[in-house]
């Protein structure tokens, strides 16, 4: 747990401030700071609030959704201070009427006095249940609400579609992230690099997201690399020293080519090709002689059997000679599926043919556009492919803009307080909230249920009431074997709790995985997937139809 200091409040020095420097307290919608001076013009802006931080619906048609974003939000408050420059702006920027107290009185400002209880980062969430309980004087609150929204929505709905492709694909399966280019700006693509490792992605092509969260780099070449070369002649520097030193090859590109000429009149491999492209050839040789050690090859140029795969295994051949072992080939056009499988028939022909154990295991990475349905129907054609480079319809979440994270006030000065709507999904869920996840006997969640603050913590064994929030008619009895509590303190303001450690980077994902393999596999399913209980206690469905009735305004037919 993290330590606190003698006044209880949390010590915020060890915090860095968010990744990306733009999160600032102006990093926010304008109407937060009218109804912040609104507030303190009302004298109602020191008002103790309570706000839920939510989402509707569940993204890409599914029945679960990742919640990330945490760490980002608690690296925002920890740092929340006003600059001199700030606050001319905002003052610039609001009516000319507005009083000089208010501006000294943001110049004050931090988040001393916010409590945020959260569910854990990397956790498997679903509607309705609060992600957070952000508890504070009412105008700091709403001052948050924005830049929480924003840093929540997007992590959200990018790790768990990293965790749909990475359930399609399968746990064998390698998958690497390189969005980068076709992200929405470098923060969408640093984003999107942290969250997809988070939602079960093995490595990324973003270097600076490497550095900054410590994720596993994997790249090789583009099909500029291989068009830039002509012909063997080009390469100047021939030589390549054995793998353990105790030998020099002075002509690699001679190796190469000698291998060329054995695969060319090789009986299992049948005569697949002739004459392969010789500046594919030179290109592919030059870039082992770099990177030896970890050769891997776009093959799709010019055309993959019947140059970029033969070439390929000539140069990993060689290589082989020398003590090596090429990585692989990457495919990035035409039918995965097939050239997968007669890239693998290939291989363990070579496999056979030369006596080489372990050749016809050689990788295949299949990138050009892939997505979630891709991914599927490649399962379904029956492919070799054994690691998967996924970009655009990834980064972008192609399927869906936006996961719909709402914020809501639930209660003020200790009086519960309701949003109501026409439409029945909108209607909030009024009140400070203890929310539990509630496990079956297999061991799979069963329900989540929200309970009023002060109600009797669900015991496991004992039964329970589980009602629909909003339908008469839906409601059920459970008996839990197991009960967790799922909002915890991780910040606690100027209250004696203890703040919850932010684990690194590399523990979030691994929640994230474990969490996964928890759910029901009917829950998980791309199509038709059952949907998910949430429901809350029957004191607390009463309560929000007492205050639905008593807001509701009656109306009159005339």
């Known amino acids: 747990m993290a330590e606190t200091i003698p006044n209880g409040r949390p010590e915020s020095a060890n915090i860095d401030g968010p990744t990306n420097p733009m999160v600032t307290p102006i990093l926010t919608d304008l109407y937060q700071f009218t109804m912040a001076y609104a507030y303190w013009k ?104 924005t830049p929480f929204v924003n840093l929540i929505n997007y992590a959200s709905l990018v790790t768990t579609n990293a965790a749909r492709h990475r359930f399609v694909a399968g746990r064998s399966k390698i998958l690497l992230e390189f969005g980068l280019r076709r992200a929405q700006g470098p923060d969408g693509g640093i984003s999107a690099s942290k969250y997809c490792y988070m939602g079960g992605f093995d490595a990324t092509s973003n270097v600076a997201a490497g550095k900054l969260f410590g994720i596993p780099l994997r790249g090789t070449h583009s099909h500029a690399f291989v068009s830039s070369f002509m012909s063997p002649d080009e390469i100047i520097e021939k030589s390549l020293k054995h793998h353990n030193g105790s030998s020099v090859c002075e002509d690699f590109v001679s190796l190469v080519q000698t291998w060329l000429d054995k695969l060319k009149w090789s009986h299992l491999l049948g005569g697949i090709f002739s004459e392969t492209n010789q500046s594919e050839l030179a290109a592919f040789a030059s870039y082992a002689l770099a990177f030896p050690g970890s050769f891997l090859a776009l093959v799709d140029t010019y055309d993959v059997m019947r140059s970029g795969l033969p070439n390929f295994c000539a140069v990993a051949l060689a290589l082989n000679d020398l003590g090596y072992k090429a990585v692989g080939i990457r495919l990035d056009s035409g039918d995965l599926a097939y050239q997968s499988c007669e890239a693998r028939k290939f291989f363990c022909a070579i496999e056979k043919e030369f006596g080489l154990p372990g050749f016809g295991k050689t990788s295949i990475t299949a990138s050009n556009d892939l997505n979630e349905e891709t991914l599927d129907a490649l399962n379904k054609q029956g492919h070799e492919v054994d690691a998967f480079g996924i970009g655009t319809h990834l980064v972008t979440c192609y399927a869906q803009a936006a996961l719909g994270v709402v914020f809501k006030l639930v209660e003020i000065n200790n009086q519960p307080r309701i949003k109501l709507s026409e439409d029945v999904s909108k209607v909030s869920i009024p009140c400070k909230k203890r ?28 039964r329970i009431l589980c009602r629909h929030p909003f339908s008469e008619s839906k409601r059920a009895y459970v008996v839990p074997q197991r009960v967790e509590e799922l909002l915890k303190c991780f910040w606690p303001g100027k209250s004696d709790k203890t703040r919850e450690n932010l684990p690194p980077l590399k523990e979030i994902r691994e929640r994230c995985i474990e969490q996964l393999d928890q759910m029901r596999p009917d829950h998980m399913r791309r199509l038709n997937p059952t949907p998910y209980k949430v429901s809350v206690s029957a004191k607390l469905y009463d309560f929000i139809h007492f205050l639905w009735l008593n807001e509701a305004p009656v109306g009159e037919l005339q």
């Open 435 to 462: 929310c539990y996840r509630l496990y079956g006997k297999e061991g799979y969640p069963l329900v989540d249920i929200m309970t009023g603050e002060n109600e009797p913590h669900p015991k496991v064994g004992e």
């Open 42 to 145: 009302a004298g109602k802006h020191n008002e103790r609030a309570v706000f839920d931080l939510y989402f509707r619906r569940n993204p890409f048609g599914g029945e679960y959704t990742i919640f990330a974003g945490l760490e980002e939000c608690i690296k925002f408050i920890a740092n929340f201070k006003f600059t001199e420059d700030e606050i001319d702006f905002i003052r610039s920027s609001l009516p000319s009427s507005c009083e000089d107290g208010f501006f000294e009185y943001l110049r004050r400002l931090d988040c001393s006095d916010i409590e945020i209880y959260s569910i854990s980062e990397g956790s498997v969430v679903f509607p309705k249940v609060p992600l957070m309980r952000i508890e504070g004087p009412v105008a700091v609150v709403q001052l948050l609400e």
